[in-house]
Structures are given as structure tokens and as C-alpha cells.
């Protein structure tokens, strides 16, 4: 009880801290165009709903859209007037090099605090045994890890399922 601990801070006051975490919901219903205005504002530190955000570099890992098709989308939100914002549109697999890839970026670009990955299911491992509660848990621990380590936010877009359930929980 006697330890200090320095606050970890916000990314976004009173909604995002730093850490992992997930954005889920159907398909088409606008994941992606949220996540790019929220790129956008927080590498501008503009703020997010009236709330403040702590203005950093951003790194967009969009797996789902072309160069052309991002490029579009990033001209629609912004108007052409960006913050620093780095945007990938291919990476490797989770346990395939991925995790070399993005912990290389960040020790090159140290001021990057907030880390979006569209969608988590492209950076999945491609076995059938890992689409489990403890294949989900690996994979949310090792992006823990980096986020922890980076001191960082990692936020990944997620599909819900098709099958309905009372829980929402269950969904994702």
C-alpha cells in the first residue's frame, strides 16, 4: 500500500485509457470510419465528443482497405489536413511476425500512443484451434504486452458474429 504509481493517463478523458482495447459491432455499420475520425482527432488532440484528448502520434493499421480507398476515406474525415498519422494496409499474421513488426515501428517512432488494428481477424492466426477462449486470451495478452510496454493504447476493430444472443457479450 505504500507504493507509488504514476497515473497512466487518458488517450481520450474519461473513455480511453492506455491499454487494449476492443471496438466490436456488425458489419458495414461505420467500425472503420469511427476509428479514422478518431485517428484523426487524437493526432491533432482535438477533442472526441467535448472530451479531451492527449495528442499523439497515430499509427492506423488498415488491413480491410486499399491505399486508394483509405486515401479517400482520410480526405473525407479530415478535409486533406492530417495530423501525424501513419497508416498500414498489410502486416503479418499474430505469431508470424507481426508482433516483431509493430514493436519495430514503435521503437522507431516513439511518440506513437495510439495504435487502431482494422480488424483483428486479419492479424489472426489462420489455425482452427486458435479461434477459442484461450487462442482469444493469448492474443489479447501478447497486445497487452506491447501496449504495456510501449505505454500505449491499442484499440481493435472486431466483428460481431452473426448469430444473435441476449448477451451482448456473447457477440463478440
Not at 489455425?127 to 501496449?147: Q, V
Request: charged share 25%; hydrophobic share 40%; aromatic share 10%.
Amino acid at each position: 500500500m505504500d507504493m507509488e504509481f504514476k497515473p497512466t493517463g487518458f488517450l481520450i478523458e474519461k473513455l480511453i485509457g492506455k491499454g487494449v482495447y476492443i471496438l466490436a459491432g456488425a458489419s458495414k455499420i461505420g467500425k472503420s470510419w469511427l476509428v479514422l475520425w478518431l485517428a484523426d482527432c487524437v493526432s491533432k488532440g482535438m477533442p472526441v465528443w467535448e472530451l479531451k484528448t492527449s495528442r499523439c502520434e497515430v499509427l492506423y493499421i488498415s488491413l480491410e482497405d486499399t491505399r486508394q480507398r483509405i486515401q479517400q476515406r482520410l480526405n473525407d474525415v479530415t478535409g486533406g489536413e492530417t495530423g501525424p498519422l501513419y497508416i498500414a494496409t498489410e502486416s503479418a499474421l499474430l505469431g508470424g511476425g507481426f508482433e516483431d513488426q509493430l514493436t519495430g515501428f514503435l521503437d522507431e517512432h516513439p511518440h506513437v500512443g495510439f495504435v487502431i488494428i482494422d480488424t483483428l481477424q486479419r492479424i489472426r492466426p489462420v489455425k482452427a484451434e486458435k479461434y477459442s477462449y484461450a487462442g482469444d486470451y493469448e492474443i489479447m495478452t501478447t497486445l497487452k504486452n506491447i501496449a504495456d510496454e510501449f505505454n500505449i493504447t491499442i484499440l481493435l476493430v472486431h466483428h460481431t458474429r452473426k448469430e444473435e444472443s441476449s448477451d451482448a457479450f456473447n457477440m463478440i
